[in-house]
């Protein structure tokens, strides 16, 4: 597969500095740019579905008029976060 170019960007002095200052050992800036393109793309993405899954299940609950109390869906997610908790002092 051939490797396309992203455009160059025009950034204030500062911005590019203070990129620099934070590059690991053996980075480039290009390598820091890309990473910083491909994550954004994957978050996006991520983001994209979210919404479209969330937009199924409101039109699945429309047409079947099957629909969760909000109280019901707070309280498994109060149980979850009590277990991750738990999870998370036994582990230290």
Known sequence: MKTAAIPAVRVPPELRQAAEE????????????EDAV????EYRQA???FVA???????A?????????ASTVL???????????KKTVIAK
């Open 61 to 69: 609950a429309r047409a079947s008029g099957h629909y969760v109390k």
């Open 22 to 33: 934070l590059l690991a050992e053996g980075e480039t800036l290009s390598g820091f740019v």
């Open 53 to 59: 899954r969330g937009l199924a299940s409101r039109d």
């Open 47 to 49: 983001q994209a579905a």
């Open 75 to 85: 309280g498994k997610l109060k149980r979850r976060l009590a277990n991750a908790h």
């Open 38 to 41: 491909r994550r954004n793309v």
